[in-house]
């Protein structure tokens, strides 16, 4: 059985820092391009930031430079450091796992963190 379990989300205040986790099971973490989204009231689930197998990173331009995510394999997480955070990253943010060969995907999602940035 997969499972994709978030931790880490709450409430912190405008300029804070929070850092998210996602361990997998179920799956060969390595083969898998992880992503974070996030989706907040009354809009659609966005990308925040994605890494590759090997480690490559793509990050949403609202969360450039403020937002880092990385991985170990050896433990099958993968990770979002959040930094300089403002009320308009307050969502819910979901751990994907996306495996890719040719023409076939299969994904992952976890059951989401809150997180809250508000004074």
């Known amino acids: 059985q997969v499972q994709l379990v978030e931790s880490g989300g709450g409430l912190v205040q405008p300029g804070g820092s929070l850092r998210l986790s996602c361990a997998a099971s179920g799956i060969i973490f390595g083969f898998y391009k992880m992503g974070w989204y996030r989706q907040a009231p009354g809009k659609q689930r966005e990308l925040v930031a994605s890494i590759t197998s090997d480690g490559r990173t793509n990050y949403a331009d609202s969360v450039k430079g403020r937002f880092t995510t990385s991985r170990d394999n050896a433990k099958n997480t993968v990770y979002l450091q959040m930094n300089s955070l403002k009320p308009e990253d307050t969502a819910v943010y979901y751990c994907?796992?996306?495996?890719?060969?040719?023409?076939?995907?299969?994904?992952?999602w976890g059951q989401g963190t809150q997180v809250t940035v508000s004074s």
């Open positions: 994907n796992a996306v495996y890719s060969i040719l023409t076939t995907s299969t994904q992952y």
